[in-house]
Nanobody, 116 residues
Framework: QVQLVESGGGSVQPGGSLRLSCAASGFTFSSSTMRWYRQAPGKEREFVAFISNAGGTTNYADSVKERFTISRDNVKNTVYLEMNSLKAEDTAMYYC?????????WGQGTQVTVSS
């Protein structure tokens, strides 16, 4: 079955950096586009970043452009989210998403807290 397992979250000060990972299994990873989403307390889940199956196309929410970078390793079946210049408003649970045969799959999430 499809499994997505996020890791790498934690607590950092404003201006800090974190690298999230999402290990995928149960589907042909190299054929699937991948996304990161986040959900802050009391808010709806929002799109953060997208990467095409081969990694040649990416796009980002305006709020994270120039600060976050999505990438993937199709040998390790892993997608990454490098987050720099973190702000308090980046505090959220971050989720990995895969679209597999027109069905959406989600990981369990990893918490990112940005606070001084």
């Amino acid at each position: 079955q499809v499994q997505l397992v996020e890791s790498g979250g934690g607590s950092v000060q404003p201006g800090g950096s974190l690298r999230l990972s999402c290990a995928a299994s149960g589907f042909t990873f190299s054929s699937s586009t991948m996304r990161w989403y986040r959900q802050a307390p009391g808010k709806e889940r929002e799109f953060v970043a997208f990467i095409s199956n081969a990694g040649g196309t990416t796009n980002y929410a305006d709020s994270v452009k120039e600060r976050f970078t999505i990438s993937r390793d199709n040998v390790k079946n892993t997608v990454y989210l490098e987050m720099n210049s973190l702000k308090a408003e980046d505090t959220a649970m971050y989720y990995c998403n895969a679209l597999v045969l027109k069905l959406n799959y989600w990981g369990q999430g990893t918490q990112v807290t940005v606070s001084s």
